[in-house]
């Protein structure tokens, strides 16, 4: 028995704040993409490291409208340096760069919009053919996946994806408003959803009946383990993992955040010794399938979930 664990890291860039764009540009790449900081550097090259060290698949969905402001070479760069380690790109998607495009995507939208749903069924197919044709010049092969930013997709993002031969979606998230495809019952495993197989980001009950991501900020490495294992027990296919370019840093991104970044690692090291029990995959892989069958959302225990509180609070403090 075994349950497939995706790994799925958004890779994104933001220059902390809209004003003065360009003139702190390379100061956004190197925090958010390099995860440049005092004591080393701890964002994508490093995730690739750890990852390829403990013989693990990811998914990176890289974010590329921000190339609509700052050209196709740093986008190349960051799918480069991805593809050169072997793992695979998908899209991710953040409409807060369509207002600070050079050349105006739609002239009449001037405001910022958080979300894709926020704009309408044929904006989205614009939106969504023009990131993936920068992410192809930007030397990235075949898509097969999207995840919306913010979560924020609705059934018309879903249905605008299938105009692009895209036919998995991972913005489904029970914990994030901003998502707007309302399944009902809710979904924690894979399931076709009009044409599109639907990846729902794994959220669990932690151990004092709040909703949490399985993001690597977001939980304490032993909520992490004890899910895995809980996932398997309940006959889970498989399970989905976020983390981002530069969620190794501390929250201002101005150095690394030691607890967060032995978290990853530790974490990395034990899937790899439980590789049998919990092997990693990718979007490409061909038994990512609907799975049949009713799932109810894990709970954690009440210790792993005491270990975070009191990791969060050392972090506040530190
Ligand atoms: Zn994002």
Known sequence: MSLSVLITIDTELWCDGWKNLDAHFLDALKKYIYGKTPSGEYGLPF??????????????FVEPLFALRFGLDPLAEIVGIILDAGQSVELH?????????????????IEK????????????????????D???????????????????????TLRALSTLDICIDSSYNTNQPACEINLSPPIHQAKMVNDILEVPM?????????????????????????????????????????????????????????????????????LSHNSGRFPTIDFR???????????????????????????????RLS
């Not at 958080?114 to 969504?128: A, G, N, R, W």
């Not at 009713?294 to 975070?308: A, D, M």
């Open 202 to 270: 794994t959220v669990f009950s932690d151990g004092i009946r709040r909703q949490r991501p399985m993001q690597i900020t977001a939980c304490s490495l032993d909520e992490l383990i004890t899910i895995l294992n809980y996932a398997l027990r309940a006959r889970w296919r498989h399970l989905v993992l976020l983390t981002h370019s530069a969620e190794m840093l501390n929250e201002s991104k101005t150095r690394k955040s030691s607890i967060v970044v032995r978290r990853f690692v530790r974490f990395c090291e034990y």
């Open 93 to 109: 998607l953040h409409t807060e760069w369509v207002d600070e495009a050079k050349s105006p995507l739609f002239p009449g939208v």
């Open 113 to 132: 919009r958080q979300h894709i749903s926020c704009f309408s069924y044929e904006e989205q197919v614009v939106l969504l053919h023009k990131s993936a």
């Open 47 to 60: 995730l690739l490291r750890v990852l390829n060290d403990n013989g693990l698949k990811a998914t990176f």
């Open 134 to 156: 920068l992410l192809g010049l930007a030397g990235a092969p075949r898509l097969h996946a999207f995840r919306a930013g913010n979560f924020g997709a609705n059934f018309d």
């Open 285 to 315: 892989y061909p038994s990512l399938q609907p799975v049949e069958g009713e799932f109810f959302q894990l709970r954690c225990g009440v210790l792993p979930t005491l270990i975070r509180l009191v990791e969060q609070a050392r972090v």
